[in-house]
């Protein structure tokens, strides 16, 4: 399944044959310290940059959540981020991941965004669509 936007990741997991949790990163993309010249003029002109994770959440495919209403909880604790990082976590025996294997797998992702790990995750911009982020 070819993912477009947020819509589509929930489809695909509810389509999974064991139960899912979405994970989600909310990112900043912001310039960092010890950046070169070079680097802030491409920043500055709306390339490159560095991912600050600011906050994390999961949520299971069959709440339903739009990203809308994703967006709004995310912007009750945090309104400093301008993309969202996620992943899928699948159970095992018709059960969902435990609380333990979904807490891990977000300080990994977390992990991921910080060192700009991104291959195999996906990306949306704030209306909930797909983008394509290159090193």
């Known amino acids: 399944m070819n993912i477009l936007h947020y819509d589509d990741l929930l ?28 680097e802030r003029a491409r920043f500055e002109a709306g390339e490159g ?3 600050a994770p600011r906050l994390c959440v999961a949520k299971a495919p069959e709440d339903g959540t739009s990203f809308a ?8 604790m945090d309104t400093q981020w301008s993309l969202v990082v996620s992943a899928a976590l699948g159970g095992q025996r ?10 891990q797998a977000l300080e990994q ?27």
Not at 95 to 101: K, N, R, V, Y
Not at 119 to 131: C, K, M, N, P, S
Request: glycine residues 10%; proline residues 7%; hydrophobic residues 45%.
């Open 94 to 103: 018709g059960q969902p991941p435990s609380e333990q294997a979904v807490d």
């Open 69 to 76: 209403a994703l967006c709004d909880e995310a912007d009750g």
């Open 109 to 135: 992702l977390v992990g991921r965004v910080q060192a700009g790990a991104l291959d195999g995750l996906l990306v949306f911009d704030r209306r909930g669509e797909a983008l394509s982020l290159s090193a």
């Open 11 to 38: 489809s695909a997991a509810r389509q999974q044959p064991q139960p899912q949790r979405l994970l989600f990163v909310f990112a900043q993309v912001e310039l960092p310290d010890d950046a070169s010249a070079d």
């Open 49 to 51: 940059g560095a991912l």
